[in-house]
């Protein structure tokens, strides 16, 4: 099971200027150290992706891949330490073009990060929606993310987190010819160890019963998940993604 976080807060905010939407997806700090402090108590392991498609089937304890979304500096400053304190290493996707601005992590962050033993990986370059762009287009903008993190960072990358969650099979390709591994994308669900993985997107209004109920793997709740995600997805197409975005601001 893939869980994706975004920002963390203490207070409800992402940041001073931070819209509801990104507000929608942060959550408070102290419920997400219960979440994490849950996944000990119930001995679930969290694995980087390396290991995670290493991994061998039949193993009978309930792992996870903890991943954040967009590089916030509070992924730094406050989920660091949660994750320090229980022996926990997660997977951080950041956009390029955002690293350094108000709010987000800087490079300096981003190395300290990395030597704490998390993974550094690609959220692209602008965070465009990349099925409104060719293959060729896609292809260029995700190997300069991608080789922009590594050469800053020294570092392999080897996975994307789509940016918005929006795939087609251009970007599957065109994200595989550029270098990646596997690419992740928003679809709730149980991930495959496969070069595509689904992850189960945590917004602030993801209870603490629901999360759990989420990590065991409980089918009629990740049922519920992909259909909420199939009614947004089939909106978003239907009203565009702008039309989507102010309908969120105006109802979150
Ligand atoms: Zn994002």
Redesign the pocket.
Known sequence: LILTH?GLSLNGEAHSSATAAENFYTLLLKDFETQMEYLKRENIRPLLLDEFLGERCGSTQKTVVITF??GHESDFALALPVLQRLGFAAVF?V?VEWIGRPGYMDWEQLEKLSQAGMSIQS?GLL?HDLTQLTEDEIYHELLSARLCLERNLGRPVRYL?A???FVNDRVYRAAFRAGHVAVCNSRPGLARPVRVLNRVVLQRCVSQRQFQRVVQRDRKRLFILSVMNAGVTTLKGMIGVQRYEALKQRFF
């Open positions: 975004h979304d967009d996707f956009c959220h965070h987190a940016p918005g969650g």
